[in-house]
């Protein structure tokens, strides 16, 4: 049987990796198996460790990958809007805080969906790394469509990382539709700087994809 060309090599770990990364999010690593993950790529399981050391690597690998997709959403709203310009963030703050965000975790932010994964692996492993420098891209996307009064404020990007992550985390855990999303319209209260509670918005964000 021929070998498999580099550029068809290529593709199959793409797939592979582009795969995991959505069933990372939507499962959790933890519950992710290296057979499902060659499966959901349409590949067998025999070939995986012609891709990859092991599964930690693809682990690490698929969850960089769902990093490195958010950060371009970022950056594109960013872009459509202008930098430190209140409307990219209005505009972010709407896609990330929807419903539609919280019924869709694997096209979604995979700091909300692996942050307990991620907070269970060993400092140092593969996985947790990942995340930490995952949680830096956010940070600076989140710096770049800030408001020009906050500029130079650090800690700010943090803390509205923080609360935006934590809102996802507890309005997807959360048994009782109305107080779901009562913390997801809290939340885009909180970080727009309006006093009184906003609506769910009257037209569903794009896809996050």
Known sequence: MPRMSRAVTEQHRRQVIESTSRLIREKGAD?????EAMA????THGGFYRHFASKDDLLAQALAAA??????????ITEEHGSADASARTAFLAMYLSELHRDH???????AA????????????PLR??????????ADGLR???????????????????????????????????????????ARD???GRAAPSPEPATAPAPLT
């Open 67 to 76: 990093f490195t997709e958010r950060r371009a959403a970022m950056d594109r």
């Open 40 to 43: 959901t790529a349409g590949l």
């Open 190 to 192: 909180r970080l727009a």
């Open 129 to 138: 790394t990942t995340f930490t420098a995952g949680l830096r891209q956010l």
């Open 144 to 186: 770049q469509m800030d408001e020009p009064a906050r500029d130079g404020d650090a800690d700010a990007a943090l803390a509205d990382l923080a609360l935006l992550v934590g809102t996802v985390l507890l309005s997807r855990a959360s048994d009782d539709e109305d107080l779901s999303r009562a913390f997801l319209a809290a």
């Open 105 to 111: 975790p694997a096209d979604g932010c995979p700091a």
């Open 31 to 35: 519950r992710v198996t290296v057979p």
């Open 114 to 125: 692996v942050a307990a994964d991620a907070a269970h692996a060993e400092p140092g492993t």
